[in-house]
DNA sequence: CTGAAAGCGCTTACAG
DNA sequence: CTGAAAGCGCTTACAG
C-alpha cells in the first residue's frame, strides 16, 4: 500500500535484502541478471530510497570545514554568525560544522590549514580565500581524495572547486553604476569610489562594472581614481577626507569593499549626508545603521544567511551523489534601502 | 563515545526505554521520581534526540494542503512551481503537498475546499485568500482540531493563523515610492498607479505606501486616481491608454497589481519606454522580458520559491511544536532591476 | 555471487 | 506505573 521499500523489492525480485542493497548502492560482485532483476523490481514498483534511513544505518555523519580569513570586518562576524546558524539548524541532517579562520594573506598558515583539513578526513571544505596557485594546488589535492569543495565568496575559477557559491560581482558593481546614477542625478558631477585593494578580484571586478555603467550611461558623471583602504577605517576615513578636499564637485561615494565606516564618520563630520549618495555592499549591523539614519542610501548585499546554508547544501549533494537545483542555489545581488530593509534580520536575540 | 541515545539515557536513569521514550515525549503515567530521574540523565549526558530517527519509527508522514486562487496571473504559476519544486525537495523530509486552486472570490467553493481538508485529516495548511469572515472562521476550525495554518502572500491578521509568510506590502509600496521618485526626477510629473482591486488589503497598502513617500519627499510628482485593472490585461491596457490621453506629463507608472502586461503594450505601442519610469510587482517571466527590454526599470519582488519553502519549513515546525528561526522565515522585499536579474532564475530546464 | 541476522536511534503495542 | 520485544527502512559484517 504505502511507498515500497527494500522489502518490497526484494520479495518481488525474489532476492535477499542484502542483494537489494548492493544493487541500489551500485556495488561490486553481483552477477548481471540479478542486477537487472533488482532494477525491473525498483522501476516497477516505483521505489525511491529514504535516504534519511539509509543515513540513520550507516551512522552517516557530513564533516565538513569552513575556511575563513580573519579579516576584522564585520561582514565576516554576520558570516560566521550566518554559518552558526545554519550548522544548528542542519545538524539534524547529520551535517558538522567547524569553522577555521586564517590570518588573510599569510599563505603558510593557510597552506596548514589545508593540509590539517586533509589529514582530518573531512568530507567537504567551504574555503573563502583570494585566488592564489597555492590554493589552485591544494583544491586539487583535496578534489584528489574525494573531499567536495566549495568557494564562498570569492570565486576560485581556475580551480577545480565543485561549486561557486557567492555573486557576479560584475553585476553587483553594474547595479551600483545603475543606482548611483539614478540617484545622484544626471550631473555634473565626480564620484569617489573605495576598495579594499585592487589586488582582489572582487573589487576589480566590482570596480569595472560600476564604471562602466557610469560612463556608458550617465555622461554627466565621471569617477575618480581608486580608494585602497586596505580593511582600515581609519585609512579609508583619511583618504575620503583628502578626497573631497581636492575635489569640487563630488556628489557620490561607492564604496565597493570594506571600510564604510570610515566613510560615514568623514560624511557625518561634513554634514554631507544629504548631499552626498553613498551606495556601499554587506548589510552589517553598522550599515543597517546608517541606512536607517539616512547617512548611506544604498547597500548592495549577499545574504550571509543564504550563503551559509546554500555552502552547506551544495557539499552535502555533493557528497550524495546529488544534483543541486540550480535556481535555489542561486545567490543573488539584494538591493537594500532604508524602505526595505528587513526588521531585525541581523540578530534574532532569543529572549 | 559518540552522542548519547536513548539506550545511554536508559542505562544511567535505571530504566527501560519505554519509559525514557515517555519522558521524553512528555506522555502521562510516569511516576514523578522517575520522571525526574530520567530528565536528570538526559541533561546530564547532554542528550538531544535524533528527529529523523523518531520519525521513521513512528512513520511520521506532513501532509499539507496548499489553498491558492485560481486567479490566471503569471505570478501564481511560478508560486504554483516553486511549490512542486518545495515539494519534490523535501519529500525526503517526509513532507507531501496538495496543492488546490479555488475560484477567487468563490466562497462557496472555498469553504468547500476548507471542509474537505478538515476531513481529510491534513497536519497543516497554508492559505493565499482574502481576508472575509468565512475565512476566518475556517482557520479557526482547523486550529481547534490542531492543524497548523499559515497565510501566504496575503496576510489573515483578524484570524487564529500561527504564521503570516509574505512580504510588507505597506512597506513594499513604500520602496516602490523611493525608486520612483529618484528614478523619474523630481518633476513635475504625474504618476499613473494602478491596481487589481482596491478591495485586496495589499493593494491598499501599496498604494498608501506609495502615495506617503512620493507626498512627502518628492513634492514635484503628484500621483493620479488609482486604475483598477481587474486581473485583466486588455482592461488595464484601456484605461492605461484613456489616462495617458487625458493627463499631460506623466513620468512614471507604477504597477502595483498584476496586468503588467496591458500596460507594456499601450507603453511600447506609443514608443514611450524611454520616457516612462515604469515599476511593477513580482518577477514573472513577462516582467523578466520586460526588464531585459529596458522597458520596465524595477520589479519589486515576493520570491516565490522563497514562499513556499517556508511556508512548509514553518508548518512543519508547527507540527513539531519547534521554534522557527524568525530571521530565517522572513521574506525580503526584493528589488531587481536589469542589472541583478538572476539568471535564468524563473526556470532551469532540466534538459 | 548470495543470504540470514543484527543493528542504526527511536517508538509502539502488549503484558504485567 | 513499568518493561521486553518487535519494528520503522536501510546497511553491514559474517558465513557460505
Redesign the interface.
Known amino acids: 500500500m504505502g511507498k515500497p521499500t527494500v522489502h518490497d523489492i526484494a520479495r518481488v525480485a525474489g532476492v535477499s535484502l542484502a542483494t537489494v542493497d548492493r544493487v541500489l548502492n551500485a556495488r561490486a560482485g553481483v552477477r548481471e541478471v540479478t542486477v537487472r532483476r533488482v532494477q525491473e523490481a525498483v522501476s516497477r514498483l516505483g521505489y525511491v530510497r529514504?535516504?534519511?534511513?539509509a543515513?540513520?544505518a550507516r551512522q552517516r555523519r557530513y564533516r565538513f570545514a569552513f575556511l575563513l580569513p580573519d579579516t576584522p570586518s564585520q561582514f565576516l562576524r554576520v558570516l560566521h554568525e550566518a554559518i552558526d546558524?545554519a550548522a544548528a539548524?542542519l545538524s539534524?541532517?547529520r551535517l558538522e560544522i567547524e569553522t577555521t579562520h586564517v590570518a588573510i594573506g599569510d599563505q603558510v598558515a593557510l597552506q596548514q590549514a589545508f593540509r590539517r583539513i586533509e589529514t582530518m578526513g573531512f568530507d567537504g571544505v567551504a574555503i573563502m580565500a583570494n585566488e592564489t596557485p597555492m590554493v589552485r594546488d591544494m583544491i586539487a589535492r583535496l578534489k584528489a581524495r574525494g573531499v567536495a569543495v566549495v568557494a564562498m565568496i570569492t570565486d576560485q575559477p581556475q580551480s577545480e572547486r565543485d561549486h561557486f557559491v557567492g555573486i557576479d560581482n560584475l553585476?553587483?558593481g553594474?547595479?551600483a553604476?545603475?543606482?548611483m546614477g539614478?540617484?545622484a542625478g544626471p550631473g555634473p558631477g565626480k564620484i569617489v569610489v573605495a576598495v579594499n585593494t585592487m589586488q582582489a578580484r572582487d573589487m576589480v571586478d566590482r570596480r569595472m562594472g560600476f564604471d562602466e555603467?557610469i560612463a556608458t550611461r550617465f555622461p554627466g558623471l565621471t569617477t575618480l581614481p581608486t580608494i585602497e583602504g586596505w580593511d582600515n577605517h581609519q585609512m579609508v576615513a583619511r583618504v575620503t577626507a583628502q578626497c573631497l578636499d581636492n575635489h569640487t564637485g563630488v556628489v557620490g561615494i561607492y564604496c565597493a569593499g570594506a571600510g564604510l565606516r570610515g566613510i560615514t564618520e568623514v560624511v557625518r563630520a561634513r554634514g554631507l549626508a544629504d548631499r552626498l549618495t553613498i551606495i556601499g555592499h554587506d548589510l552589517t549591523p553598522h550599515a543597517r545603521e546608517m541606512l536607517t539614519d539616512g547617512v548611506v542610501d544604498v547597500i548592495i548585499n549577499q545574504n550571509a544567511?543564504h550563503i551559509a546554508r546554500s555552502a552547506a547544501r551544495v557539499l552535502k549533494a555533493q557528497c550524495d551523489g546529488v544534483e543541486v537545483?540550480?535556481?535555489?542555489e542561486?545567490i543573488?545581488?539584494?538591493?537594500v534601502?532604508?524602505?526595505?530593509l528587513?526588521?531585525?534580520?541581523?540578530?534574532?536575540d532569543k529572549t
Chains 1, 2 share one sequence.
Open positions: 529514504d535516504l534519511s534511513a543515513n540513520l546558524e539548524g539534524a541532517d553585476a553587483a553594474r547595479t553604476g545603475v543606482l539614478r540617484f555603467v544567511g537545483i540550480a535556481s535555489q542561486r543573488r545581488i539584494e538591493i534601502l532604508k524602505e526595505n528587513p526588521q531585525g534580520a541581523y540578530r534574532e
